[in-house]
């Protein structure tokens, strides 16, 4: 951090802890503390001298933070902001326990959930491991049928398909170089690309140039060349798109659920199964999304919503949260007010394991960030400390039951 930026944070963190910070500032400083060129160990010192300055206050080890924040947090909160309690000095000892935790584990963890009593932080469950993905484990498979492990593959090129240059770069991107290829020719290649669970996102650059970022239990079929008069791929799972422009040929994505047709823009679809809803978020520029007789063309910051398994309209969503959506590319979690079986879902994706509700599935909702970075245990541990759940990590398998 420069001079300036340490005068800022630390103006915030007192208007924080006091109880005085407006919600512009609370995201200012929150944004701030997620930045990955802090220094952690640094803040934590700034903010335990901070405390310690404070009259009346008693310096806390960040373990006895962590206690103070799990044993003190028992009302609903809004996102980002904690409930002011009636005496200030708790509501101190709580906000800083809340920034202590959140420089100590790179996370955000706030709990929205009624007044209950927990466990001390010495009765939460220990913990198995589960460790995050170090590698994509994706894998491609050409037009003739071969599969190719794409991160086993060196840098460079990887091989020709249909006159096509499929080259690996540097950073792991799969890139498709187009030479002079015949219409029927490239109407007839297609590749896959499957990114398996427990596997990193994977970007692609198609042969148009339109860049897609694959998020883990997710596929994507696309030919090799794109030829006819409109761009089509068809997407499982959930992906991101930097479409390059080209009026004369419409970008279409099929997903179970709906089309998404674009000349150039950025967008996400979100089109697993075993969720509730698939979901097209837009970014930037215009897109329309169909489903049977029904279309609609969303604006940026809209959101589009088609309910699976039934036959529902589209809706439509305004001021969608943009940072949650995105979140899967920046390697974070990011929930705001998310059931737990929601939450769940993510993590079994991400960490390759099963879940399991054993009893009554907890109606709980929760809102923080986390990087996806960090182990399994140390997600579940967050939950734990916000309460509601308790959660095992039983070698692949997350049992759940409610608290």
């Given amino acids: ?38 220094n952690h160990t640094s803040l934590e010192a700034l903010v335990e001298e901070l405390i ?25 909160v ?3 902001k904690l409930k002011v309690f009636s005496r200030p000095l708790i509501f101190r000892w709580v906000a800083a326990a809340a920034i202590t935790a959140l420089v100590a584990f790179g996370s955000i963890w706030l709990l929205n959930q ?9 009765k939460v469950v220990p913990l198995q491991d589960v460790s995050s993905p170090a590698t994509s484990a994706a894998v491609l498979t050409l037009s003739n049928g071969k599969k190719v492990l794409l991160n086993n593959a060196p840098d460079g090129l990887v091989t020709i398909d249909a006159g096509v240059k499929l080259v690996k770069s540097a950073n792991g991107e799969l890139v498709y170089q187009s030479g002079d290829v015949s219409t029927r020719t490239a109407l007839l290649s297609y590749n896959t690309v499957s990114n398996p669970r427990g596997s990193n996102v994977i970007s692609i650059s198609l042969s148009d140039g339109t860049r897609v970022w694959l998020n883990t239990e997710s596929t994507i079929t696309y030919p090799t060349s794109f030829a006819a008069k409109e761009r089509r791929v068809e997407v499982t799972g959930e992906a991101y798109f930097e479409v390059n422009h080209n009026e004369q040929k419409p970008f279409i994505v099929k997903g179970h659920s709906m089309l998404v047709e674009v000349l150039g823009t950025h967008f996400n679809i979100n089109n697993y199964k075993d969720e509730p809803a698939s979901v097209t978020t837009l970014l930037e520029g215009s897109v329309r999304v169909t489903k049977d007789e029904q279309a609609v063309i969303l604006k940026t910051g809209q959101q589009a919503s088609v309910n699976n398994g039934n036959n529902s309209e589209i809706a439509v969503i305004n001021d969608a949260d943009l940072k949650s959506v995105m979140a899967w590319k ?6 705001n007010s998310a059931h737990i079986t ?9 960490y390759n394991v099963d879940v399991v509700f054993e009893g009554k599935v907890p109606e709980r909702h929760y809102t923080g960030a986390i990087r996806k970075s960090v182990n399994l245990s140390e997600v579940i541990r967050m939950i734990q400390l916000a309460g509601g759940a308790r959660v095992t990590i039983d070698n692949k398998k997350l049992v759940v039951q409610e608290q």
Avoid: C, H
């Fill in 1 to 38: 951090m420069t001079k300036e930026e340490q005068q800022l944070v630390e103006f915030l963190l007192l208007q924080y802890i006091d109880g005085k910070s407006s919600p512009a500032e609370e995201q200012q400083l929150f944004s701030i503390l997620r930045r990955e060129d802090i």
């Fill in 52 to 76: 310690s300055s404070e009259p009346g206050l008693v310096q806390y080890k960040s373990e006895e933070w962590e206690t103070i924040l799990k044993n003190s947090i028992g009302e609903p």
């Fill in 78 to 80: 809004q996102r980002n």
């Fill in 114 to 122: 009624p007044k209950k009593a927990v466990e001390p932080v010495s």
């Fill in 330 to 335: 920046n390697d974070l979690f990011d929930f």
């Fill in 342 to 350: 929601a939450i769940m879902r993510q993590l079994a994706r991400w």
